[in-house]
């Protein structure tokens, strides 16, 4: 959700203003400028702790890094439609659309694990973003997009999966939930969804649980054409 094709210049202007240490907001500050471009469709831009940046090009199934002095290379290929991404504890948290799960790659050895995969006995529809908390917790959305595989998960929602690999639904009914973060003192979980104008704020009682949501702020849209939130509807 975070980004459209070629615009890497802006996944590195968040990536400078949303750091991993979870600080303070601090504004953005100097001049826009495009580093790399060719990608088909750029997603997840996610820091490290060292100054490095991961970011998905899901059409081309490929996660890549900028590494703290600009080089651009690529972290892994054949990623499954590989889509949003959080730093965490030297692993990388993604949504891997097309195996239907949320998966956990270790940074140093690129070996990767299952976090979590079904919901009642049931694969996921095909996790779109995730964000992780300090408990090790993930929340992830899972929509259903024209381009999604048919079957799998009757009901669109989006999850909680605790350390431990618990998962509960936290909400159902609410067509395409898309992006998805929490707010720095993990007290509000924003989510973005597609095809809507609105942002909705959950407040979080407890991780993994959250009460009513709000509409946040309302996103302005093109004129004249169909809502589509913050993201395409493809």
Sequence with gaps: MRARTG??????????????ERNADIGTSGDLRKLFDGFEFTEGPAPDRNGDLYFTDPKANRVHRVDAKGGLSTFLEDMKYTNGLMVDRGR????QRDEGRVIAIDLRTKAISVIADKFEGNRFIGPNDVVVDKTGGVYFTDPRMPTSAPGFQEKEGFYYVTAAGAVTRLVEGLPKPNGVILSPDEKTLYVLFSGRTDVLAYPVLAPGRIGAGKTL??????????????????
Excluded: F, H
Excluded at 92 to 95: F, P, V, W
Excluded at 217 to 234: I, N, W
């Design 7 to 20: 615009l890497i210049s802006m996944l590195l202007l968040a990536a400078t203003v949303v750091s991993a």
């Design 217 to 234: 702020c309302e996103l302005d849209q093109a004129k004249g054409t169909p809502p589509r939130g913050g993201v395409p509807l493809a």
């Design 92 to 95: 990388l948290i993604a949504a």
